[in-house]
């Protein structure tokens, strides 16, 4: 079973992806620093951070469970927050030198790829109960399509990460399984060993698209 790893790790958690590995080694569970602002490189990766439960189980078991419903709500508020409150929009998509022989011909597979991410995003937002709170976010014409996009780019991340690190992720769901729980660097040479990387991408490839 995927489990999200923090500087404390126990078998009834879920893992996260190669982000949560980064913030181990960093120490960045335990602030080290007040402060009242974040760059929008950290809220991304807090995004995918907590899709990869939700990746995992797709990758995992190619289904969903009850146990991510939480997981879900909070990405979609933060993504909200983001888009509504921080000014905050998704990364450019940027494809690798040489996939295409004009300009228009990038244009035009970027605009297709937004569209993608976008669709997936969708399919997530209809997961979650819209409150008050997200309503005014999602119901924006300018807003909807952003926050759309930050979900779908940080699930297809997660879900990536998770797939190339398939064997991996299963060796440290296992060994937290077997300890029940591990702290400090304990989890961070955990990580270690389990040698994750970080996914490669290539939006151009038909099987790094996840199936909702």
């Not at 995918?48 to 508020?77: K, L």
């Not at 990364?91 to 997936?120: M, N, P």
């Not at 990460?161 to 992720?169: E, S």
Request: net charge neutral.
């Amino acid at each position: 079973m995927p489990l999200r790893a923090t500087s404390t790790a126990t078998a009834s958690s879920p893992l996260g992806c190669r982000s949560a590995c980064a913030d181990a080694r960093r120490g960045l569970a335990i602030a080290k620093e007040e402060r009242f602002s974040k760059f929008r490189s950290e809220e991304i990766a807090r995004l995918i951070w907590i899709m990869g439960a939700i990746a995992a189980e797709q990758v995992f078991y190619n289904d969903t469970t009850n146990g991510v419903g939480g997981d879900m709500q909070s990405v979609t508020t933060l993504a909200c927050i983001m888009a509504g409150a921080s000014a905050m929009g998704p990364k450019r998509i940027e494809f690798e030198d040489g996939q295409f022989r004009t300009k228009s011909e990038e244009d035009e597979a970027r605009k297709k790829v937004q569209a993608r991410l976008r669709e997936i995003g969708e399919r997530l937002v209809a997961s979650v109960s819209v409150g008050a709170g997200l309503a005014p976010v999602l119901n924006a014409r300018d807003k909807r399509p952003i926050v759309t996009e930050l979900l779908g780019y940080s699930y297809y991340i997660a879900y990536n990460c998770m797939k190339q690190n398939k064997d991996g992720v299963q060796r440290v769901a296992e060994k937290l399984i077997e300890r029940l729980e591990m702290h400090g660097d304990e989890v961070v040479e955990l990580l270690d060993g389990a040698n994750l990387k970080i996914a490669t991408i290539d939006y151009l490839e038909e099987s790094t698209w996840p199936r909702l």
